[in-house]
């Protein structure tokens, strides 16, 4: 199964603290545009190029060994595992001309150049990390700055096409494991309503505001004037471990009260794993959280390898399972693949 | 149901009320209720056309569309362009998206509540581009001036000119850095002088 290595999916030290489990990965994006030009989806082919011309200048100096890719003759295969690991959205391609990324090696820091905005500088990293992933990209983005003008006023911040962005154009996502939560309402409405006064807007791993797949709750702010960066990582990783302690709360309980419904969920889920030839990505996801969930309250006896579950999660993506060659493959087989795969993980030392 | 009065429109208001441990139903078309003093017991001197024009007043303050009074004068600004890339405001309207970064101030009025709602305030507090580009630090440093009021505000913008005044020495643009200086300078005045940003201080004589 093809992978690619994205900081997220890295493993990480294992750490006493419990809340850690929950956090399952962090990302900042920051949107920037240049002065007298305009954006992206009012601007023709040449001009776009033109922007990609002067993006790639701005770097050459730059420390880092930049990778530039032309959207228009991205390899396809590449491009659907930047998909699937959530550094590409997915309309990217669907209009190439004009658009470009430039990489770091090993993808620590991912440029996209003419989507909604000029540039979109993008980082992620396992854990809850917002503070770790900002002084870099901070770094980048002034480097950026000296070399091309960008589209800032003192009153409105750094202009982005979309106005509900404008000021810091900072967007900082947490992703977070919230299965008890689930399980104990059901509903995602008390993560809600726990969301709304703390300024956090949720989202699904797809980007959908109600579907979360593999139980899994991005948490990022909205809007970008009136507050520093600072105070929005502050509030972002504030709301984040306010809502992980909600969810330790509630496995406890759950222990206490209901543990019928943890051991449903938990081995349920592993026996599909075990045993099931045809798989979905969302089912898989779903699957992965019970089984997750049952081992970290202890309802599940450790597994003989320690599963890495960012890489599971990446590994099961659409794209990961298609052929070598990146010949795609239809759905029923990507299912089928897919269930194979998680078969041979989940019972090691048996032939699948 | 046509309305009980002219019995010729539909009604499409109608109003309970019980009387007398009885329920009784009035329905009446908008233009019947829309009749001041109406005549009828059941009204009680209350006058339903007062009552509805003034509903219909606060539905249009609030920018609420008004039944039976749909796109009246509301077709003019929506024709707005952006003179600068020829982006329309009903493109924003459709996409949620401007044109370029002029867009900003050719739709100012229209993006008030756009940005009031989707952010905590309506001024950027967060980080400066390294250096702000030559042909914008005219317009920037006039909307600073007109900004003074709130203390907080203060001390980005002498921040923000005292970092710029510094950057313009080091690339040895004197004339420039005077200009901010001179800005700096008066600013630092205004506030000293100010009843409200400087309660307690001395009145320069």
């Known amino acids: ?12 030290r294992k750490r ?14 920051l949107a920037r545009n240049l002065d007298g030009e305009a954006f992206p989806g009012n601007s023709t082919p040449d001009r776009r190029r033109a922007v990609c011309a002067a993006v790639r200048e701005a770097l050459a100096g730059n420390a880092v060994q930049w990778t530039y890719r032309n959207a228009e003759s991205l390899d396809a295969s590449e491009a659907g595992l930047l998909e699937d690991a959530r550094l590409l959205p997915a309309d990217f391609l669907q209009n190439p001309q004009g658009r470009a990324i430039l990489a770091s090696p090993r993808y620590e820091t991912v440029i996209l150049v003419n989507g909604d905005d000029h540039l979109r500088i993008g980082a992620d990293l396992p854990g809850l990390a917002l503070n770790r992933i900002y002084p ?41 494991h919230l299965p008890g939560i689930m399980l104990s309402c059901g509903e995602e409405k008390i993560l809600l309503r726990t969301a709304e ?40 990783t504030a709301a984040a471990r306010r ?30 794993l075990k045993n099931a030839y045809l798989m979905s990505a969302a089912e898989a996801m779903n699957c992965f959280s019970g089984v997750r969930l049952a081992l970290e309250t202890g309802y599940l006896d450790p597994l003989p390898a320690e599963i890495n579950w960012n890489e599971l999660l990446l590994g099961v993506q659409a794209h990961g399972l298609a052929l070598p060659s990146g010949e795609k493959i239809s759905t029923e087989e990507q299912a089928y693949a897919r269930a194979s795969f998680l078969r041979g993980i989940f019972n090691p030392g048996e032939r699948p | 149901m046509l309305c009980q ?37 059941m009204f009680d001197g209350m006058d339903l056309g007062d009552i ?37 405001l009903e493109q924003f309207r459709e996409t949620g998206r401007l044109g370029c970064p002029a867009c900003y101030t050719s739709f100012a009025a229209e993006l008030k509540t756009v940005l009031a709602s989707a952010h905590r305030a309506c001024f950027h507090t967060g980080k400066l581009p390294l250096y702000l580009p030559r ?71």
């Open chain 1, 16 to 29: 006493s603290d419990p809340a850690d489990a929950v956090f399952a990965w962090s990302g900042i994006r």
């Open chain 2, 52 to 88: 509805l024009n003034t509903l219909e007043q606060n539905l249009a303050e609030m920018g609420l569309p008004v039944p039976g009074k749909m796109n009246d004068g509301a077709a003019e600004p929506e024709k707005k362009v952006c003179p600068v890339c020829s982006w329309r």
């Open chain 2, 5 to 41: 009065i002219c019995k010729v429109n539909p009604a499409s208001i109608h109003i309970q009320e019980i009387v007398g441990g009885k329920k009784q139903t009035l329905h009446l078309c908008l233009s019947c209720a829309g009749k001041k003093s109406l005549a009828h017991a």
């Open chain 1, 136 to 176: 870099p990209l901070d770094a980048l983005d002034d480097e950026l700055s000296s070399r091309l003008s960008y589209a800032f006023s003192p009153s409105l911040g750094f202009m982005t096409s979309d106005p509900a962005a404008a000021g810091c154009a900072l967007r900082a996502g947490v992703f977070l």
């Open chain 1, 197 to 236: 006064p703390l300024g956090v807007a949720l989202s699904g791993f797809f980007g959908a505001k109600d579907e979360f797949p593999g139980n899994l709750y991005e948490l990022s702010n909205r809007g970008g004037l009136g507050e520093s960066e600072s105070e929005i990582l502050e509030r972002v």
């Open chain 2, 135 to 205: 042909k914008a630090m005219g317009s920037a440093l006039d909307s600073l001036e007109k900004q003074i009021g709130a203390k907080q505000t203060e001390k980005n913008r002498i921040e923000i000119l005292e970092h710029d005044l510094a950057e313009s020495v080091r690339r040895e643009e004197y004339e420039l850095a005077a200009e901010l200086r001179d800005r700096i300078e008066k600013i630092r005045r205004a506030v000293a002088g100010s009843p409200v940003l400087n309660p307690d201080g001395e009145k320069p004589g």
């Open chain 1, 243 to 272: 809502i992980a302690d909600e969810e330790l709360t509630v496995r406890e309980d759950l222990k206490r009260r209901h543990p019928e419904r943890i051991q449903d969920f938990g081995l349920r889920s592993f026996a599909l």
């Open chain 1, 1 to 12: 199964m093809k992978g690619l290595t994205v900081p997220w999916v890295k493993s990480r």
